[in-house]
C-alpha cells in the first residue's frame, strides 16, 4: 500500500517562505502527475498545484502563481511545494496527491492517494 507524508509546515510572519516535502513509500510515485491542495477552516478544498509525472509542466493556482513552485525529484521519489511571499490567506492545511489520470488536472476526484496534510499558518 503506498503513502504520502508531508512535512515542511508551520508558523510563518506574513512574506516569508517556507518549503513544503512530500515524501512517497510503499509505492512509487514517481510514473504519476501529482499536485497540492490546500484546505483552510470552514473551506473547501482547492487546487493549489500539479506537476507531470517527468516535472516538465506544472499548473498553479491564480491565486498562488509567482509565489509559489511546484517542482520533483524522481530519484527521491519526492514532491516539493516552494512557497514564497506567503501571506495570511495562505493559511490552511496543505495536502498532496497523486493523480491517477494521464494528464494533468485540477479536479481533487482524479487523485487517489492523498498524504495526511501539513499545517501552515501564516500571521500577519
Known amino acids: 500500500q503506498g503513502q504520502l507524508v508531508e512535512s515542511g509546515g508551520g508558523l510563518v510572519q506574513a512574506g516569508g517562505s517556507l518549503r513544503l516535502s512530500c515524501a512517497a513509500s510503499g509505492r512509487t510515485f514517481s510514473t504519476y502527475a501529482m499536485g497540492w491542495f490546500r484546505q483552510a477552516a470552514v473551506k473547501e478544498r482547492e487546487f493549489v498545484a500539479a506537476?507531470?509525472?517527468?516535472?516538465?509542466?506544472?499548473d498553479y493556482a491564480g491565486s498562488v502563481k509567482g509565489r509559489f513552485t511546484i517542482s520533483r525529484d524522481t530519484a527521491k521519489d519526492t514532491v516539493y511545494l516552494q512557497m514564497d511571499s506567503l501571506k495570511p490567506e495562505d493559511t490552511a492545511v496543505y495536502y498532496c496527491?497523486?493523480?491517477?489520470?494521464?494528464?494533468?488536472?485540477?479536479?481533487?476526484?482524479?487523485?487517489?492517494?492523498w498524504g495526511q496534510g501539513t499545517q501552515v499558518t501564516v500571521s500577519s
Open positions: 496527491a497523486r493523480n491517477y489520470g494521464t494528464t494533468m488536472t485540477r479536479r481533487p476526484e482524479q487523485y487517489d492517494y
Open positions: 506537476i507531470s509525472w517527468n516535472g516538465y509542466d506544472t
